[in-house]
């Protein structure tokens, strides 16, 4: 058993080395910054323009349909008061012209909580260390194959580890698909037929950014318990 128990051994060891370097590498690219969005979906910057000048067309489109059926009142045919759809049309004409500005400060805002929690001070932490102290327990608490055992329940947190980690990223590549197809969203609030839909669109995107700030919660909190661990294994 013992050239088994080496191969166990080695494979855990670069197991958690790999967990270790996808670790730092994703906790310090996700946030609420658009930086690394942009780096690997630069198309979506380049064609943020498109979905403006789309987005206002549309604005226009509707003020000039409802304005025309104003017209069929008599007749029975419903419309939007034109003072006030007027009043909406241009204000988010406006909006629409503004969104990146006004995206990139909820962003901001949205950045400054995110940044405290991967700032916070934690326990000195390497996943690789992980895989020593748990066959040191697991020695003094298993009989047979300590390795192999080990090796199953660091397989068991590297797969969850990695899931989590997964789900964060999937969190920040939608919330930038969010980001840049806002003037799309912001086009609906000009109508008071589908100004619905915008109110959804604002409530899916402080949902997205509370749901990332809570990934980065969670990884922060999975990752001080490991280092909580490693400092003292035998306090269980």
Known sequence: MGILDGIVEWIAEQVMNGLDLISTS????????????????PAAETMYGIFVATAIGLVLLNWVWQLFRNFGLVAGVEAEDPIKLSIRSVLFIGLIYYCDQITEMVLAVGGTP?????????????????????????????????????????????????????????????????????PMAFATGASQSTS?????????????????????????????????????????
Do not use: H
């Open 26 to 41: 994703v906790l310090g690219a996700l946030g609420c910054d658009m930086g690394t969005f942009l780096r690997y979906f």
């Open 196 to 236: 619905n839909i915008f109110k959804s669109w604002c409530r899916m995107f402080g949902g997205q950014l509370f749901l990332l700030m809570m990934n980065a919660w969670c990884l922060r909190l999975f990752t001080s318990m490991v280092g909580s661990f490693l400092s003292n294994p035998l306090s269980l």
């Open 114 to 182: 995110y940044a405290w929690i991967l700032s916070s001070d934690l326990p000195p932490l390497n996943f690789a260390d992980f895989n020593s102290v748990l066959l040191t327990i697991l020695g003094v608490c298993a009989s047979g194959s300590v390795a192999l055992i080990a090796l199953i329940l660091l397989l068991i947190l590297a797969w969850n580890y990695i899931k989590l980690l997964f789900e964060a990223a999937e969190r920040y590549i939608l919330l930038g698909v969010i980001v840049y197809t806002a």
